[in-house]
């Protein structure tokens, strides 16, 4: 259990919990919001099954919480960050306002907490959204090493995670090119979820091309 504990804490430090909601909101003018939820209540269900204790996990969630708000909170174009607790301790987020990509791709990199454990391509060379005239593109970092994500041990766990991002536009759209995004019936809204290490394997598609009106 310990040697599951200790992925499992790699895992959530780097890329926040068994299930990862992201949710963004974009104004006109593409500054906006964003909401990193963190959903561990699977895990906890599963550490009291075991009769574990779920307050280490809790503990080093709170110093991630904590280191995330100070380095936000220091990032120039970001504001009104905020972090806590909801669903009865089993939902952790941490929410922001951003003043243009720049800001968010900047705020997404910093977010980014043990994610070179896994081997991902993050850091300062990655740019997660990239606006060109009516156009805005989204790009995931995929793991540098398919063993990452590939492995048995990861796979034998993989039902217990799931990857969720979903996008709301102000501006209408006209059209999205990926056969993995469903794109909302009103035509405001974007929504991309797999299970988290198929996410991030280089073999699924996880770059969304946006085309507004």
């Not at 959530?12 to 919990?17: D, E, H, N, Q, T």
């Not at 988290?196 to 946006?210: N, T």
Request: proline share 0%.
């Amino acid at each position: 259990m310990k040697k599951f504990q200790f992925i499992l804490f790699i895992i959530i430090v780097g890329l926040s919990s068994c299930t990862i909601r992201q949710e963004f909101h974009f104004n006109e003018d593409f500054s906006g919001s964003v909401v990193h939820n963190l959903d561990i209540t699977m895990l906890n269900s599963m550490l009291q099954a075991e009769g574990d204790s779920e307050t280490n996990m809790q503990d080093s969630l709170k110093m991630f919480l904590q280191q995330a708000t100070d380095l936000l909170s220091e990032a120039e174009g970001i504001s009104n960050v905020a972090q806590g607790w909801k669903s009865d301790d089993n939902v952790a987020y941490i929410s922001y306002d951003f003043s243009n990509l720049d800001a968010l791709n900047n705020s997404l990199q910093a977010n980014t907490f043990g994610a070179q454990a896994m081997g991902l391509e993050t850091g300062d060379e990655h740019t997660y959204f990239v606006k060109k005239r009516k156009k805005l593109y989204f790009k995931m970092p995929k793991a540098e090493n398919d063993s990452v994500v590939d492995n048995e041990e990861m796979k034998s766990m993989e039902t217990f995670f799931r990857y969720e991002i979903v996008m709301h536009f102000d501006k209408k759209i006209r059209k999205i090119k990926n056969d993995n995004a469903k794109l909302s019936s009103d035509k405001h809204s974007i929504e991309l979820s797999a299970n988290l290490f198929k996410f991030y394997s280089k073999d699924f598609d996880s770059d969304v091309m946006i085309k507004f009106k």
